[in-house]
C-alpha cells in the first residue's frame, strides 16, 4: 500500500493486475483489523509484524509512513489476545542509525526484476546491494541474508520465549 506511492508506474500496474490498495488509514485499520478477526478464529496464536522499510534511509517519507502504519498495526494487534506484535523498524533502526545509509528505493518494477533475474548468483546480487550502500537489503525493499538473519532470530526468539516449557 505504500510501495504503490512510490512511482507513478505502481498504480497502473496494480490497476492492471486487480490488486487495490488502501487509500487511507482508516481503511487500513478496517481490513487489518478484519485480517486479524480471521486468523485469530483459526488459529491459537498469531505473530504481527510492523512493516520494514522501503529504502533503508528510515526518515524517508515512504517509511514515514510505513512507521504510521506500524503502529496501527500494534493498536489492532492489542485488541487480540492470542496476537503478538514484533516492531521490527525497531530492531533495524538502531543498525542503520550507525551506518551510512543509501537514498537508494526501487522505481522501476522492470529495472528490479531484470536486476534481479539476470543476476543469477546470490554473490552477484549482495555485490549490486553493497555499490548501492545497501546493507540489509538486495535492493531497498527485499531482504539480504543479513537481514533475514535479524528477522528470523527476532521472530524465533519471540516464539521461544512466549511459548510454554
Known amino acids: 500500500d505504500v510501495y504503490v506511492k512510490t512511482s507513478w508506474t505502481f498504480p497502473i500496474l496494480k490497476t492492471l493486475r486487480g490488486q487495490p490498495w488502501v487509500k487511507d488509514h482508516q481503511e487500513f485499520k478496517a481490513y487489518y483489523k478484519r485480517l486479524l478477526e480471521f486468523l485469530a478464529g483459526q488459529s491459537a496464536r498469531v505473530l504481527t509484524l510492523s512493516p520494514l522499510f522501503i529504502g533503508e534511509d528510515l526518515n524517508n517519507i515512504w517509511n514515514r509512513e510505513l512507521y504510521a502504519l506500524g503502529k496501527i ?7 487480540f489476545n492470542q496476537s503478538t506484535f514484533i516492531d521490527l523498524q525497531a530492531v533495524f533502526l ?16 522492470t529495472k528490479l526484476l531484470l536486476s534481479l533475474f539476470f543476476r543469477k548468483s546470490v554473490r552477484k546480487i549482495e555485490e549490486q546491494a553493497a555499490k548501492r550502500t545497501l546493507h540489509y537489503t538486495i535492493d531497498g525493499v527485499h531482504l539480504n541474508a543479513a537481514g533475514a538473519e535479524i528477522v528470523s532470530e527476532k521472530i524465533a526468539k519471540k516464539i521461544e520465549g512466549d511459548s510454554p516449557d
Open 73 to 79: 498495526i500494534e493498536e489492532v494487534a492489542r485488541e
Open 94 to 109: 538502531p543498525l542503520l542509525e550507525s551506518k551510512k545509509v543509501s537514498p537508494y528505493v526501487p522505481k522501476s518494477v
